[in-house]
């Protein structure tokens, strides 16, 4: 059967079968370090301007297939499986994904059938699989994923020879990060759109926003212009680990307040839902704190602090986490 076989190159080549219901497509791109720091700096990448720069042997995808494989054989029923030289079907993240090797283009097609935001915890695990190989055996080499301008939910024979424009998803300049920081971004052909649009046409391959249950990493910092910056670059750099299987939730009040809701009622459930604290320690955050007096109005960062130390001390904090940053205060 063909998915007893684990090495592409003896497996016979079929024709690609078009996956049917609803899909999301987007490509995972292949690159030496120094071309790939040029294409994430690209806007409106096309395919073309890609594939100048891209390099992705056979045997390359036959390694980086293999850990996909022998990922999907950990998690779901061989018989879901089926492979074939130039196409695969597995089981990641608890979807089926449909992977096809397009030499032309240099790049692998990834077409995720699932709905809604499941196609998001997909993309993070096939980013951190296939960086994975390529750290032990291409170290040369880096990996990338990109989405098509229109969110690459048009079906599946829309991007059978796409022409359109492509973002990068991952990354300092993609997608997530832009839309963490509430950046304006550039999708190509003259088209700009603000986080709140972006946050939207690609809402499939973006972190959730608004109230969770429970959170694994809670950010706590005092609004201001570094202050403000870092804590969303946290936001969005640990929104795309995958940890045991599933994606890092984490809390950042401005996006996942909603409003009409209480500050202070609202950090603090937050907070007490959360596995872990991460205090931005810095002398503008502690700064207001030396002036606080009797009749003071309250000063929301602190009262985080505290809350950490009692939810640590209670048992009901796993850990806290603090970052130190800015210049020291001179002691007094």
């Known amino acids: 059967e063909e998915g007893e076989y684990l090495v592409p190159t003896v497996l016979r080549r079929e024709e690609p079968q078009a996956p049917e219901g609803q899909v999301s497509?987007?490509?995972?791109a292949f690159a030496g370090k120094e071309q790939m720091k040029r294409l994430r700096k690209m806007a409106g990448l096309t395919l073309g301007q890609y594939r100048k720069v891209a390099f992705l042997s056979y045997g390359i995808v036959c390694h980086v297939l293999g850990a996909f494989v022998g990922h999907s054989q950990a998690v779901s029923r061989r018989s879901e499986m089926r492979l074939s030289a130039n196409e695969a079907r597995l089981r990641i993240g608890g979807c089926l994904v449909v992977m096809q090797y397009e030499r032309e283009i240099?790049?692998?097609?990834?077409?995720v059938l699932a709905q809604t935001t499941a196609a998001e915890v997909v993309s993070v695990m096939v980013l951190e699989i296939a960086?994975?190989?390529l750290r032990h055996s291409v170290p040369d080499l880096e990996c990338g994923l990109l989405v098509p301008s229109d969110g690459g939910m048009a079906g599946h024979s829309a991007y059978q020879d796409y022409r359109g424009h492509l973002c990068f998803l991952d990354g300092p300049g993609g997608l997530a990060a832009a839309v963490a920081k509430r950046q304006d971004i550039d999708v190509g052909g003259g088209e700009f759109l603000d986080a709140v649009e972006a946050s939207k046409r690609f809402a499939v391959w973006l972190p959730s926003t608004g109230s969770l249950d429970r959170y694994d990493v809670f950010i706590s910092y005092r609004w201001g212009?570094?202050?403000t910056e870092l804590a969303r670059a946290l936001y969005g750099l640990?929104?795309?680990?995958?940890?045991?299987g599933k994606r890092v939730e984490v809390f950042l009040d401005r996006e996942r307040l909603e409003d009409g809701q209480q500050l202070q009622q609202s950090f603090g459930k937050a907070l007490a839902s959360s596995t872990v604290a991460m205090p931005l320690l810095s002398a503008d955050a502690l700064r207001r704190m030396l002036h606080l007096a009797e009749g003071s109005p309250a000063d929301n960062v602190l009262l985080e602090w505290l809350l950490m130390t009692e939810l640590l001390a209670a048992g009901r904090l796993h850990d806290v986490f603090p970052i130190f940053m800015g210049t020291p205060l001179e002691q007094e």
């Open 25 to 28: 497509t987007l490509f995972l």
């Open 106 to 111: 240099a790049a692998v097609r990834l077409t």
């Open 131 to 133: 960086s994975r190989v």
């Open 225 to 227: 212009y570094f202050d």
């Open 238 to 244: 640990l929104c795309q680990r995958m940890v045991g």
